[in-house]
């Protein structure tokens, strides 16, 4: 799993691949984890990993389970100091610590600064960092802090191209950006479509636009990688197709996620127009791209869109996101995006006001 998506702040660094395989490993737990931040995915599957650590037959006896709004925190510390029975370890888990307030969750500190050897707690705080300070300094001390970040819009490609690879898979470029387009940045559905094309696939195989139109849905013609491809060569006849397949398919085209798509594009292009360093690594660098072949893109765009024909750009699209959302019209999301398409088309470098 790539380490950019899961951090700790405690030293050394632990990963998400790290942390998991020393789970299931068998090997001794420490007596204190800290489960925290935006990303919920790795978060709920280390939980999953950490319920599943005792034997069976040990689980009705030795694995705790609290939910902190309904938990008194003398009630999560009188466990902790309990004797396993009949086994060498017991599991306590807090959950939901991020539904409480940070002084509620900070009593926990006083266990945390001498916790029991024989006991696991895992402390759980899913879609915001925990807060306390003392407790917080005691488990780094005593213990481990995962921190689950969420991965930032232009990580995403690596992200699911690192995902792919680690099935013994490869991706076409193209069918990676219909990926990132579809799947976003919502971590389980990106694990869950990329473990079914990996099923079907086999080891060894490479994701194509053709695989994924097959079995995931997204046309391999008619997406929001072939629409900023046309637009980017100002290929009207085209754009305009793919905006009209939107509209009679708008289950699995979302005109939001489409402009988000294009205001991602055209912004970039203003970062490339801006870019001193005009070499192929100096745009990379500046634009957060890992491959040559998706700085094409932004080589055609350019010769298309001058820097006040791409500042238009983005004024448009914040107006349809304004209008689309019932703010100033009430048109149909789709026509007001098919006008869209034609502003993009007709930019001349007039911005309105």
Same mark, same amino acid.
């Given at each position: 799993? #790539?380490? =950019?998506?899961?951090?700790? @702040? ?13 789970? =299931?490993? &068998? ?22 990993? /950490?319920?599943?650590?005792? !034997? ?27 004797? !396993? ?9 807090? %959950? ?7 002084? @509620?969750?900070? $009593? ?48 995403? !490609?690596?992200?699911?191209? *690192?995902?792919?690879?680690?099935? &013994? ?11 990132? *387009? ?16 990996? /099923? ?8 194509? #636009? ?18 900023? @491809? ?35 594009? /055209? ?52 107006? /349809?996101?304004?209008?689309? $959302? &019932? ?10 995006? %098919? *006008? ?8 001349? &470098?007039?911005?309105?006001?």
């Amino acid at each position: 799993m #790539p380490a =950019t998506t899961s951090k700790t @702040s405690a030293a050394p660094a632990v990963t998400f691949s790290a942390l998991s395989k020393h789970i =299931t490993s &068998g090997k001794d737990l420490g007596p204190l984890y800290l489960l925290h931040g935006e990303e919920g995915y790795y978060i709920d599957q280390l939980v999953d990993l /950490f319920e599943q650590y005792l !034997p069976e037959e040990d689980r009705d006896f030795n694995l705790y389970t609290f939910y902190a709004p309904e938990t008194d925190m003398d009630t999560v510390m009188d466990a902790c100091r309990r004797l !396993p029975m009949m086994a060498p370890r017991q599991m306590v888990i807090l %959950k939901e610590a991020q539904s409480i307030r940070a002084d @509620s969750l900070n $009593k926990l500190h006083y266990y945390a600064e001498q916790p029991v050897a024989s006991t696991t707690l895992v402390i759980v705080s899913r879609g915001v960092k925990a807060k306390g300070k003392d407790l917080i300094a005691a488990i780094k001390k005593n213990g481990v802090i995962f921190e689950s970040a969420r991965a930032r819009d232009r990580e995403i !490609p690596g992200v699911i191209s *690192d995902i792919i690879q680690s099935k &013994g898979l490869s991706v076409d470029p193209k069918a990676l950006s219909m990926l990132r *387009d579809y799947l976003g940045n919502d971590m389980a559905r990106i694990h869950n479509e990329i473990d079914k094309l990996s /099923f079907i696939l086999g080891k060894g195989a490479m994701v194509t #636009p053709e695989a994924i139109e097959r079995n995931i849905g997204i046309s391999k013609d008619y997406n929001n990688f072939e629409l900023v @491809s046309a637009l980017s060569r100002r290929d009207a006849a085209k754009a305009m197709t793919i905006a009209e397949y939107f509209r009679a398919n708008p289950k699995n085209n979302p005109t939001v996620l489409s402009s988000a798509t294009l205001f991602n594009h /055209f912004s970039n292009l203003l970062i490339y127009h801006y870019t001193r360093d005009k070499t192929p690594a100096g745009y990379m660098d500046a634009l957060g791209l890992k491959g040559t072949w998706a700085l094409r893109e932004y080589e055609i765009s350019a010769a298309n869109y001058n820097v006040r024909q791409t500042i238009e750009i983005i004024s448009a699209l914040r107006e /349809f996101d304004c209008r689309s $959302k &019932g703010i100033g019209s009430r048109q149909n999301e789709y026509k007001l995006f %098919k *006008d869209l398409i034609f502003r993009i088309l007709t930019s001349s &470098g007039v911005i309105r006001m």
